[in-house]
Structures are given as C-alpha cells and as structure tokens.
C-alpha cells in the first residue's frame, strides 16, 4: 500500500506566534516524513478557492480575512495514516469541541 500524503498548514496567527516548529515536531515524533514545505503569502481570491465549500457561511468572510493578515506555512507530510492520524492530531476546528491533547487545544487563541 502506498503512503498517504497530507497537507497541512500554520495559518498566519500561528506563523505570527512561532508554532510552525511545535507542529513539525509533532509530526516528526509520529513518524512522519516531510516532502514539502513553503512559506508563502496567498491572496484573497486563493483563499476564496481554497475554502469555497463554506462560501455562503456566515464565518466565510472572516476566514479568508484572517487568512491574508500574513505569511502561512504550507506543508506536505507522507506516511502511514497520515491523514486520519493528522486530523486527530490537529484536532476539532470548532473552539468548543477542541481537546487538549490536540495541536489546536494546545496552540489556538481562538475561542
């Protein structure tokens, strides 16, 4: 069976913030291979793309507000599990739903 591939990205609070490092360590500690890494600037209209299934939402145009305050760090991770394992890792993006043991319970100021 193939290894999976992933993308993951710090957001600009978290690039703003330096928590670029403590999601790559947790994902090196699982076993996981970076193949990718990039840190970039896209627009709004990327943005709008990237996130298109929530146009319509009422959150919609504040996320692709925070997303353009600044620098991401996008990243490609391969492995086993990768994506499922990943999302558990990262953990709920709804703050009432976020567990502690998760890189957003840990790292995000959102509420």
């Known amino acids: 069976m193939p290894k999976e591939r992933?993308?993951?990205m710090v957001k600009p609070d978290g690039?703003?913030?330096n928590q670029a490092s403590i999601v790559i360590k947790a994902f090196e500690a699982r076993g996981f291979k970076m193949?990718?890494?990039k840190m970039c600037k896209p627009d709004k209209?990327?943005?709008e793309?990237?996130?298109a299934e929530h146009k319509g939402k009422d959150f919609f145009g504040r996320l692709v507000e925070s997303m353009t305050k600044g620098p991401v760090v996008a990243m490609v991770w391969e492995g086993d599990q990768v994506?499922?394992?990943g999302r558990k890792m990262i953990g709920a993006t709804n703050a009432a739903n976020?567990?502690?043991g998760t890189l957003r319970g840990q790292l995000s100021n959102s509420t």
Do not use: C
């Open 45 to 47: 209209a990327h943005y």
């Open 6 to 8: 992933s993308f993951i």
């Open 35 to 37: 193949v990718a890494m």
């Open 49 to 51: 793309e990237h996130y």
């Open 15 to 17: 690039v703003q913030r």
């Open 83 to 85: 994506i499922a394992t």
């Open 98 to 100: 976020r567990e502690m």
